[in-house]
C-alpha cells in the first residue's frame, strides 16, 4: 500500500510513457523546432482594400475549427484504437497549429476580431468525443465528426475564395484550402467514414487542385512535434478543458494499449 508521502496517482495522466515512447517524444520536439523555422508562405504585399463579412467568417471559422480538432488531435494519439486514427490526429494537430499562426497574424493586420474558444457545436463534439465508451468507439466518432466538419468549412473557404476582393485572404484561402483537403483525405483514409451521412453535393461547385497537398506521408507521427511550440493561444480552449476536469479520462475497466 503506497505510504501518505507517495503522489497519487492521476486518472487522467494515462499509463506511464515506455522507454521508445519518451525517445519519440524527445524526436517530436526536435522535428518542433524545425518546423519554427519553415518558412510561412507569403502573403501579398500591396495595401489590402478592406475586409467584407465573407473574410471575416473565414478568419473565424478555420480558427474556431483550429481550437476543437487539436484538443481532438491530441485525444487521438492517446486514446485512439487504430494507429492510422492516431497518425492522423497527430498530422491535423500539426497542421492547425501552423495555420492558426497564419490566422491570427492575418487577423490582426486586417483588424479581425477572432474568437478564443470553440463554438457551442464544436464544444459538443468535443463532449462526445469524451464520452466514447470504447476506443473503437472514439475512433469512429473522432473519423466522422471531423471529416463532416471539414466538409462544412471547406465550402466556406471555396466560396471566400472565389469572391473576395482582398489579395491577402486569397492567398490565406488557397493555403487554408489545401489543408482542409489533405484533411478530408487523412480522414478517409482510416476507413471509418460513413459518406451516407456527409451532406449530399448539389454538384454546383468543384474544389481546387490540391497538388502537393495529399502528400500521405504527413501523417508521420513525428510531426506532432510542432504542437508543442505552435499552438500557443490557439488551444486556450482545449487546455480549459483539461484544467476543468473534463479532460478525457479512460472508461472504469477500459486498459491501457
Do not use: C
Not at 470504447?134 to 473557404?157: C, E, S
Not at 487554408?176 to 480522414?187: E, F, K, P, S, Y
Amino acid at each position: 500500500m503506497p505510504s501518505a508521502s507517495d503522489p497519487s496517482p492521476d486518472p487522467a495522466a494515462g499509463p506511464p510513457l515506455t522507454r521508445p515512447a519518451r525517445f519519440v517524444r524527445v524526436l517530436l520536439l526536435a522535428f518542433g523546432v524545425l518546423t519554427l523555422l519553415w518558412p510561412a508562405p507569403a502573403f501579398a504585399q500591396s495595401a489590402p482594400p478592406g475586409v467584407d463579412a465573407g473574410d471575416q467568417l473565414l478568419l473565424t471559422k478555420v480558427r474556431q475549427a483550429g481550437l476543437w480538432e487539436m484538443p481532438a488531435g491530441l485525444w487521438a494519439e492517446t486514446r485512439g484504437a487504430s494507429p492510422q486514427v492516431k497518425a492522423v490526429g497527430a498530422a491535423l494537430m500539426v497542421d492547425h497549429g501552423r495555420i492558426d499562426v497564419l490566422t491570427r497574424q492575418l487577423a490582426a493586420k486586417l483588424g479581425v476580431a477572432l474568437p478564443d474558444e470553440p463554438s457551442a457545436e464544436q464544444q459538443g463534439w468535443l463532449s462526445e468525443l469524451q464520452n466514447a465508451a470504447t476506443p473503437q468507439d472514439f475512433d469512429r466518432i473522432f473519423a466522422n465528426r471531423l471529416r463532416a466538419a471539414h466538409g462544412q468549412v471547406f465550402a466556406i473557404i471555396a466560396s471566400v475564395r472565389a469572391g473576395t476582393r482582398n489579395p491577402e485572404i486569397r492567398d490565406y484561402a488557397t493555403v487554408a484550402n489545401q489543408a482542409v483537403l489533405r484533411h478530408m483525405t487523412l480522414l478517409e483514409s482510416t476507413g471509418l467514414v460513413d459518406y451516407s451521412a456527409l451532406p449530399q453535393s448539389s454538384g454546383s461547385t468543384t474544389a481546387a487542385p490540391a497538388g502537393a497537398a495529399l502528400d500521405l506521408r504527413t501523417t508521420d507521427v513525428l510531426t506532432a512535434a510542432a504542437l508543442v511550440l505552435v499552438l500557443g493561444g490557439a488551444t486556450t480552449a482545449g487546455v480549459r478543458y483539461v484544467k476543468s476536469g473534463r479532460r478525457l479520462r479512460p472508461k472504469s475497466g477500459e486498459s491501457h494499449g
